[in-house]
């Protein structure tokens, strides 16, 4: 059986009944055992002692055939027999014993008169120099031995015949022992054995109950009512079992354990004391920088309408005069140069102002339905002069089943916009940019599956920008994304901020939280020296979570729900504190 099945067997119960139960099972079995044994070794004994009652008698019978068969005279005869009666114990005289002769056609007083006779004959014949047989029903033992022919025989006038040897069988000696004393007195030692096992067994079960009670389970119990009050906060007690053995080492290394804890737990208070202290001041700090962030998304905005204002009149004006018919070359160059530098810091400034929106959560998204391989298309177009100055092969492919988006045109054109310039931008003469779209299945883990083999799940489409040029190492492929930020461009570089291109390191910044507000993601695979590839996912579809979503990721939202979870954690501290002086206060009254 194993250990399983007993627990299956006794269930969910107290160690003090499991102990008892297998103490109690184990002595049963052992004294049950131990009893069953003797009382069988007691039956043996008595079938042995039978048998060598029975092999005494043979010789008597012997004898007391021969002198019946001597000529003696009557008054002799009957006294004999008195003797030999009055000689044998009480506990054989009522035995009953008949000699046969050997051969099974003699007349019927020499011969066996029933079949188990015959086969005691047989067998004795066969060899055997003795039969046994216990007959329960009448209560008998019968033991049957062979007579066989001694030297003293072939002298005696009876035997003496010319075809009889020494060591002949001769004959046979039946001898029947009552059982019926004996199986009385067996049963009566039986009683005894019974009797003394029940008695036995009930002094060990109330040993095994005391030792279980007393030796095992109140030391266990002990340390179980001291853990339930340590559990109840009463820290200051100690576990005291003195019995000089392994409970006793159990509870001093129970007593150790507990001023670990009580140790641990004053470390772990003033842990949280001085997290609590840290806490206060990140509070303040973020409290801080949602201020300053505040102030710079103003000014920023501020500055940005008031740079842009005069911006636009440079831009025209310079626009105005370039179209003048009385300009020098230098003049022309001039105007160029006003025109291509008022460009680039107008695009700084709608960046920075980007930027700002999308990070106050401000950034607003208008959703309509459109055909993406339009827009990839008239970009790539527009794109194309950029790419022939550098003589850059610029190509793109659009799958036939892409579905019609409704999601913001605007938002999708600026994140292509910045991927192709970049691409462009990075890629040295002779290289190769390339655009390709195709829909996607997204399930719910981020596995993509094709469009053909998934209907029930979300669509969208996945917009890939692979280009030939510098390539981004792979410890800078995720700071990259930061703002103001440009990959290394050779080996040994450290400053991210430093500018071998041109560019404000904006653009990579606003395509990702472009793609977060639109519920997608853009992610990159680049190989420095070789290339890069862009990939961007986004929903066919937007909804208004994403828009939320996008907000609650936002620096205001994070600031003031940090410092809502402080001041309510505050709160409650000083709550339960309330309430311990109070109930102290109640206990002292």
């Not at 019927?108 to 046994?132: K, V």
């Not at 004959?171 to 008695?199: C, E, F, Q, W």
């Not at 079960?205 to 179980?224: H, N, Q, S, T, W």
Request: glycine residues 6%.
């Amino acid at each position: 059986m194993s250990y399983r099945t007993i627990k299956r067997l006794l269930g969910e119960t107290s160690l003090e009944r499991k102990c008892r139960f297998l103490f109690g099972g184990g002595l049963m079995l052992l004294i049950s055992g131990s009893f069953y044994f003797y009382a069988q070794l007691n039956a043996r004994i008595i079938e042995n002692q039978n048998k060598e009652t029975a092999q005494l008698l043979v010789a008597p019978i012997i004898m007391e055939k021969h002198w019946k068969a001597v000529d003696v005279g009557d008054e002799h005869l009957h006294s004999i027999e008195e003797m030999a009666s009055f000689l044998k114990p009480i506990e054989i005289q009522d035995y009953r014993w008949r000699l046969m002769k050997s051969d099974p056609t003699a007349d019927a007083a020499d011969r066996p008169s029933d079949p188990l006779g015959y086969e005691a004959l047989s067998r004795i014949r066969a060899g055997d120099s003795e039969f046994i047989q216990t007959l329960p029903d009448k209560q008998e033992y019968r033991y049957y031995a062979a007579v066989k022919a001694s030297k003293s025989c072939l002298t005696c006038h009876y035997h003496k015949r010319p075809n009889v040897a020494e060591g002949d069988l001769l004959g046979m000696v039946k001898i029947s022992l009552p059982l019926a004393k004996t199986k009385s007195r067996l049963d009566k030692n039986n009683a005894y054995l019974i009797a003394m096992a029940l008695v036995t067994s009930f002094l060990a079960m109330i040993a095994a109950y005391a030792i279980v009670r007393y030796v095992i389970v109140k030391p266990v119990l002990y340390l179980k009512d001291i853990s339930d009050e340590i559990a109840r906060g009463t820290l200051d007690l100690r576990a005291d079992i003195r019995t000089g053995d392994e409970f006793e080492e159990l509870s001093h290394a129970f007593n150790r354990m507990l001023r670990h804890l009580v140790t641990i737990q004053d470390e772990l208070k003033d842990a949280n004391s001085n997290l609590d202290i840290k806490v206060d001041e990140l509070a303040r700090a973020n409290l801080s920088l949602f201020e300053m962030n505040k102030l710079k998304n103003e000014f920023l905005a501020t500055m940005s309408h008031e740079l842009r204002t005069p911006l636009n009149s440079i831009l025209g004006f310079s626009d105005v005069l370039k179209s003048a018919s009385n300009l020098e070359d230098k003049q022309k160059r001039y105007l160029d140069n006003i025109s291509t530098s008022g460009q680039r810091l107008l695009t700084l400034i709608n960046d920075i102002l980007d930027l700002a929106k999308i990070e106050s959560g401000k950034m607003e998204i208008h959703p309509v339905r459109f055909s993406i391989q339009e827009i990839v298309e008239q970009l790539c177009l527009s794109i194309s002069p950029l790419a022939d100055r550098k003589n850059i092969e610029m190509t793109w492919f659009c799958a036939e089943d892409l579905p019609p988006l409704h999601q913001d045109s605007g938002k999708i054109q600026q994140i292509l916009t910045n991927l192709l310039s970049n691409a462009v931008k990075f890629t040295p003469e002779g290289g190769r940019v390339r655009a390709v779209v195709t829909p996607i299945c997204l399930t719910g883990g981020g596995n993509v599956y094709d469009a053909d083999s998934l209907q029930n799940h979300q669509e969208f489409i996945q917009i890939s920008i692979a280009d030939t040029g510098i390539g981004i190492p792979l410890a800078d492929q995720e700071r990259i994304f930061e703002k103001f930020r440009q990959a290394k461009h050779m080996p040994g570089q450290e400053n991210l901020l430093t500018r071998e291109y041109e560019g404000t390191g904006l653009g990579l910044s606003i395509v990702k939280e472009l793609c977060k507000l639109l519920g997608g993601e853009v992610t990159v695979e680049s190989e420095f020296g070789k290339g890069s590839v862009f990939t961007v996912r986004l929903p066919c579809v937007v909804t208004p979570q994403m828009k939320s979503s996008s907000e609650e990721n936002s620096l205001e939202y994070q600031t003031i729900e940090r410092t809502r979870q402080r001041v309510q954690q505050v709160i409650d501290q000083a709550n339960d504190l309330k309430a311990k002086k109070s109930d102290q206060t109640r206990d002292a009254g």
